[in-house]
C-alpha cells in the first residue's frame, strides 16, 4: 500500500478525481466540524439570551399581576364608597321631605 501524503484516513487511488473528491470530503468534514462548534457556541448564546428574556418576562408578569391585583381593589372600594355617598344623597333627599 502506498503512503498517502493527504492523511491516514484516505486512501489512495491512481483517479486522480477521485482523489480531489476525497480530499474536498476531507476538508469539508473539517469544515464541518468548525461550522459545528460555532453553530453550538451562537446556540449556547441564543439559549443564555432566551433564558434571560424569560427571566425578565417572568417578572413583568409578576409586577403586571400586582398592579392588576391593585386594580381590582381600588375598583372594588371605589364601587363602595360610590353606594356609600349615593345612600348619603338618597338619606338628604328625603330627610328635607320629611320636616316639610
Do not use: W
Amino acid at each position: 500500500m502506498v503512503e498517502n501524503p493527504n492523511g491516514p484516513f484516505q486512501h489512495q487511488t491512481d483517479d486522480p478525481d477521485q482523489n480531489d473528491v476525497e480530499m474536498e470530503e476531507v476538508e469539508n468534514y473539517s469544515d464541518n466540524e468548525e461550522d459545528s462548534y460555532l453553530e453550538s457556541e451562537e446556540f449556547e448564546a441564543i439559549d443564555n439570551q432566551l433564558d434571560m428574556l424569560n427571566s425578565v418576562l417572568d417578572s413583568l408578569e409578576q409586577k403586571n399581576d400586582g398592579i392588576l391585583a391593585e386594580l381590582k381593589t381600588l375598583l372594588h372600594e371605589n364601587r363602595e364608597i360610590r353606594k356609600q355617598l349615593q345612600e348619603c344623597r338618597v338619606e338628604e333627599q328625603n330627610q328635607p321631605q320629611e320636616s316639610n
